[in-house]
């Protein structure tokens, strides 16, 4: 049993594709260079102990009342650093004597989109694992990962944890065996021309938003799918952009892309009137916007990714707090330093 294992993950935004990809349509996801770090050690009591930010609720828990969050009704909230490492133990069959202490501390902000959540489930998944002296691949921890995130949002599409497992810029797919993905190396610098901005943490759940989406299908099936068609139409455009293009050809052929990927998802639904508003602003003066992640519906939209005009600085609302982060950035890894 290794007395002590940390690892460190990144966040993710989708760049195109989200919503779509719960329903079999490809998309488009970075990893962001804002991370999360897990320290995990093994104790010789049989229970679940985190430590942390405030963001995540701390302390210890006994091991069964651990186990018990994946067959409760309520989602896991606060509690998914606990669900992660209960999932872990039980893979690497511990003894009921063993408990984990694991540290947490992140940089990612949560409800922004940016795969708060999976970061958490991945992190913790991985560092209990190594803490507990099991071998483990990115299958194994994937599928840990993703039990969690199902248990928290109801019907993830996946490609969250894979992003924050794999890193670089992965297309995704859902096929009957699962989630294939495919890393992507840009051929440009076309990402470095998109910006960042977290627009307010939203009022719902992503779980909440993604039941939404699936409400609005069955209520009105043809004005949703056609939504979905049209971002899948734009994810695989800008798939063939990343590949084939370099920085300079952004603004002229990736703008109408995500405009159009934008006014599907205010289709759906998931964009609040006043973030629709200022990307109407931004669409004005030249440039693109779109909501990047679950979104919203009445307070903030999380995640939003903005290509400025050519060679003008962007205006964005006030609220908007810029993010500073490398796309493209690195997957998990594993011995940081703690």
Known sequence: MSPEAAVSVPGKA????????????????????????????????????????????????????????????????????????????????????????????????????????????????????????????????????????????????????????????????????????????????LLDRLELYHAGTPAESTGEMVAAVARLLRDAPERARSALEAIEDATCQARELLLRSDAGSAHEHLRPLIVRAEAALEDLEVVPGHVASAIRRIEAAGGAAKVSGAGGRTAGAGLVLVLPPAGVAVAVPAAWARLTCRLDAPGLLEDVAA
């Open 14 to 189: 989708i760049l195109l594709g989200e919503h779509a990809a719960v329903y079999g349509h490809p998309a488009l996801v970075t990893a962001v260079d804002l991370r999360l770090t897990a320290v995990a050690r093994a104790t010789r009591e049989p229970f679940v102990t985190i430590g942390g930010p405030s963001e995540f609720r701390t302390g210890p828990m006994s091991r069964d009342e651990a186990a018990d969050l994946r067959r409760g009704t309520q989602a896991p909230g606060d509690r998914l650093a606990y669900l992660a490492c209960a999932l872990a133990l039980e893979h690497a069959d511990a003894s009921p004597s063993i408990g984990v202490d694991v540290r947490l501390a992140s940089g990612i902000p949560p409800g922004s989109g940016l795969g708060s959540s999976a970061a958490v489930a991945v992190g913790v998944v991985a560092a209990v694992l190594g803490a507990l002296g099991v071998r483990s691949d990115g299958a194994t921890i994937a599928r840990l990962a993703k039990e969690v995130e199902t248990r928290q949002h109801g019907r993830p599409s996946g490609v969250d944890v894979e992003a924050v497992l794999r890193g670089g810029t992965q297309w995704c797919r859902r096929t009957d065996g699962g989630l294939a993905c495919e890393a992507l190396a840009s051929r440009g610098t």
